[in-house]
């Protein structure tokens, strides 16, 4: 059963740590996201990958914030110094290089900051 | 600049009803749109991907029709069941680019 994989799936860090969330995507998938979703602002993209090239991560906080894909079966979104504020889930999701193909999502991160 | 709106943002109906949900979004210029579930503490489950070019999708007591040029989406959830209860997003995929954007979802309850 193909499945969007992510570690861990929670995590409480105190203000001021690094924070490192994994992805593995489904297996063949090409195209990865990250979003973020909070209960006042929904989800947001905040960075995608294809063939591991970052297209767009006009959505993350680039001053704290960076995603990588140092290979096709793992992405990582990594925060820091983390803040109470970045505290939300963080979904990761991926999909074939089509447009016209589903996306499939992880479990996400619930991440809590203080 | 896309955005997507789901009203309401809750409901509460009996066991049984059928059940309509409404997406809009205000840029017809999409690929496709995509219904997703969410249950509490988990993710998102894909229900129904629907193209630009097609009218609707069907896939058991589930039924999605999109009217790009109107700007519209509905999610039709036939005799719905206690289990149906979650948070329904819809989320279209932009002209020229794969990201979704999403609505901010629609919680259903759906009483015994």
């Known amino acids: 059963d193909a499945r969007v994989t992510q570690t861990p799936r929670h995590k409480v860090t105190e203000m001021g740590q690094e924070v490192t969330m994994r992805c593995q995507p489904i297996l063949g998938h090409n195209t990865v996201f990250w979003y973020r979703q909070t209960m006042m602002q929904g989800l947001e993209l905040l960075a995608y990958?294809?063939?591991?090239?970052?297209?767009?991560d006009s959505g993350m906080p680039k001053d704290r914030f960076s995603a990588e894909m140092p290979d096709a079966t793992l992405a990582t979104l990594k925060i820091q110094p983390s803040e109470p504020r970045d505290s939300a889930v963080y979904f990761c999701a991926s999909q074939r290089f089509r447009f016209d193909t589903e996306a499939f999502f992880g479990q996400g991160t619930r991440l809590t900051v203080v | 600049k896309q955005e997507v709106t789901q009203i309401p943002a809750a409901l509460s109906v009996p066991e049984g009803e059928n059940l309509v949900l409404n997406c809009s979004f205000t840029d017809s210029a999409i690929y496709n749109l995509q219904w997703f579930r969410q249950d509490p503490g988990k993710g998102l489950t894909s229900l129904l991907l629907i193209q630009s070019s097609q009218r609707e999708q069907t896939s058991g007591r589930l039924n999605a029709s999109l009217d790009k040029s109107s700007g519209r989406s509905t999610l039709y959830i036939a005799a719905s069941q206690p289990g149906d209860s979650a948070t329904y997003l819809c989320a279209v995929r932009q002209g020229g680019s794969e990201k979704l954007v999403f609505g901010k979802g629609m919680k259903l309850t759906v009483n015994p």
């Open positions: 990958f294809r063939n591991r090239a970052p297209l767009d």
